[in-house]
């Protein structure tokens, strides 16, 4: 692909183009997939009501399918604050009281790690659809048992991996599984912050329940609430697994009683020998969020949504000519200068992945999606299968980090990852 | 490949040809030449450049350049006639520009002569081991010479040959014009081209210094480029690349054994914005 065929491609489409055979999941975000739908709505009952579940429920505004008639937290101030955006919606403190309420069709699980396993496997056994937050669960024991409940209830489950459901990621990962891009040679993931991650806690009694993100009795820290979003990047785009990985991390400033680390490095190798790495600390942030897929012929930075050809052809003086001699113009093109060479070009601009701003990271196609699925019963291939591996790798990392050890997936713990 | 051919001005069909060869990018516009025809050069051209890659760049194994170089001291390394001329008319502009062109300069030391042809045999030796040859000084202007003969040959009066920006070349004219303008990027000059060429050297557009003055193998940095116009690319590269590595005080008796080139100090001017 030349420069121009790369920025008409990528510098002033959409989504246009991009094969919904192999993002099966996105027809609920589709107009004829809304179409079909016509009225129908899904009842919703949203368990955990904190920062998360009240985003889930501010997007839910925006889906037309969504009804969204309970709540359910132990923590009365964030149930109020849920009700305050869904007044008419029933409450619960016990979720298993939200199970047996018949007129829930679909759950959206959004409580901390350590919990998602017991209430999504409850949610089975209510008959109910489930959409949980990622990481999918505490441990990989745990995340294989819910993944063959899930399927064996014939229930929708979806887990909350919304860059699964991201426009850029979506056309990206097109272009890169059709190869447009030459063989993916590397991928990489940041996430950095300057903060203690910790929130406000009103009583010294509620540290471990409202900062339940920094102990390990709840949550793997930075490897389960960060680098689950990103290590899908490296599977998605090349259609297979890592088969090791390695890593480190420690508490290198944040030493305030916190269990989870604060610093964490770790490297995923695939067959084929691409490595894909996610780095993480949260005491810098200079260089913030960062997904990079990194191919022969191409970069593209995922989180800043430009691509940059690995060997940019200068903009041709001499192309211009073509239109002026057209107009029978005599014209004075300004191209004459030091070689230029693939080496000098670093300061490429690169392209827009989006033609315009695209606002959102999927989430609210996330949930279209999923009322999508719910409402029709069906299950899209595949998107469970990705979800389900990015969370096996970030609790493979954490593992790995923990024991010091290069580490694979379990045997047991394998499901077919099929080939969309 | 990029491929353009316009026909919406009947008076001057135009053909747009783009494509990487050499470590950089080559382009050219014909005029008035029939369509299919355009492409069969373009297809004709790019198969030239490719060759003459496989014979000029030193870092491609199974070269060439690259082959003479590995050979060490005094093993003689058959070539073919090209290169045997061009290895000839390479020595010939050493001693013609006082050293100052030398495509042995990013050798460890300087050795003079760097490498030994016979004729009969149609071979070139190194004169040490540590001598290695280059083409990054020459191989541009003398690939725009094969191609314009190339398109004379096949009957292209009237075209514009760019390759990498620093090596340019027009034939005949412009189809509304007496030559080709040509403008230089940051800067105040401007060049016509009538079935004459332009080179210009410098340091790299990030500022990167990367040519080497021979006498003292130290790299050449400098606040202006020089640009050399006459007839051959070909000279035009070696003049440019000479000039630019010599001392001011060198350059008139330099360019005075080279009849119909002139060169240019291209300085940067700037906005002010």
Known sequence: ?420 | MEFIYSDRNPSARTAFVSFDAMHTVFEMILVNVEEEKARRLACDVESLLHSLQSLLDRHAAGSAFSMINAAGEGVAVGVDDELFSILQFCEAFRRGTYGYFDISALSVYAVAPPYVLDAEARTVALSSGHVMLDAGGFGKGYALDRVKELLAAEGVSDCLLNFGDSSVSGAGRHPFGDGWQVSVKDSADMFCLRDGSLSISGCMPDGKAHIVNPASRQMVSRDYMIAVEGRSAFVCEVLSTALFAAPDEMRQALMSSFDGYGYTEIRKCYSGI
Not at chain 1, 86 to 107: C, M
Not at chain 1, 150 to 162: C, L, M, N, P
Request: with cysteine; hydrophobic share 40%.
């Open chain 1, 1 to 420: 692909m030349d420069r121009r065929e790369f920025v008409r491609r990528f510098g002033a489409m959409g989504l246009a183009g991009i094969s919904l055979s192999a993002f099966p999941w996105l027809e609920g975000c589709t107009r004829a997939g809304k179409d079909a739908l016509g009225k129908e709505k899904v009842r919703l009952g949203l368990v955990g009501t904190g920062s998360r579940g009240r985003y889930h429920l501010g997007n839910l505004k925006m889906v037309p399918q969504a009804e969204v008639v309970a709540l359910c937290d132990v923590y009365r101030p964030n149930l109020d604050m849920a009700s305050a955006i869904f007044p008419e919606a029933r409450r619960y403190e016990d979720y298993r009281l939200l199970l047996d309420d018949s007129g829930v069709d679909a759950v959206i699980i959004a409580v901390p790690l350590h919990l998602h396993y017991r209430i999504a496997i409850d949610s089975f056994s209510a008959g109910k659809h489930v959409l949980c937050e990622k990481a999918m669960a505490y441990t990989m024991e745990e995340c294989h048992d819910m993944y063959m409940k899930g399927r064996a209830s014939g229930k929708v489950f979806f887990v909350g991996q919304q860059r699964l459901f991201d426009a850029k990621y979506i056309k990206v990962m097109d272009a890169v599984r059709k190869g447009e891009f030459g063989p993916v040679v590397n991928v990489r993931n940041y996430w950095f912050r300057n903060h203690d991650w910790r929130r406000t806690v009103p009583s010294p009694d509620l540290e471990r329940h409202i900062n339940w993100r920094l102990y390990r009795e709840y949550s793997r820290g930075l490897m389960t609430e960060l680098a689950c979003h990103q290590l899908q990047n490296g599977t998605w785009a090349m259609g297979m697994l890592p088969e090791k990985v390695m890593g480190t991390g420690g508490i290198v400033y944040w030493n305030d009683g916190r269990e989870v680390f604060d610093s964490v490095c770790a490297i995923y190798t695939f067959p084929n020998g691409v490595n894909m790495t996610f780095e993480s600390v949260i005491a810098n942030r200079h260089f913030g969020m960062g997904e990079q897929i990194l191919c022969k012929d191409a970069t593209i930075d995922l989180a800043g949504g430009r691509l940059y050809m690995e060997n940019p052809k200068p903009r041709s003086g001499i192309r211009q000519m073509i239109g002026d001699i057209e107009k029978g113009i005599f014209s004075n093109p300004v191209f004459a200068g030091t070689s230029w060479s693939a080496e000098s070009a670093s300061s490429d601009p690169g392209v827009a992945v989006m033609p315009e701003k695209a606002d959102g990271d999927g989430s609210v196609e996330m949930l279209q999606a999923f009322c999508h699925s719910a409402i029709t019963g069906q299950q899209p291939p595949h998107v469970l299968e990705e979800a389900y591996y990015a969370s096996l790798l970030c609790l493979l990392g954490d593992e790995a980090i923990l024991q010091g050890r290069t580490l694979s997936i379990p045997q047991e713990f394998m499901i077919d990852y099929g080939k969309s």
